[in-house]
């Protein structure tokens, strides 16, 4: 497995998670952090990974100089 399509796959993963959490666990009260704003901090990460994936195959290709 390269490193881009690792970073696809742990950013795809945290994205799922934290768009399942961000939507479906807002009755959840927990003492110390608010789930719904968990998902959305993973849910942004993930999809950070998933950029810096995307942009590490694309580098990936490219011929050096």
Known sequence: MTRASGNL?????????????????????????????VGVVMTC??????LLGLYRAARGRAEPR
């Open 9 to 37: 796959l742990a950013g795809a993963a945290t994205l799922v998670a934290g768009l399942g959490l961000w939507l479906f666990a807002g009755s959840v009260d927990l003492p110390a952090v608010d789930p719904v704003k």
């Open 45 to 50: 990460a993930g999809g950070a990974e998933i």
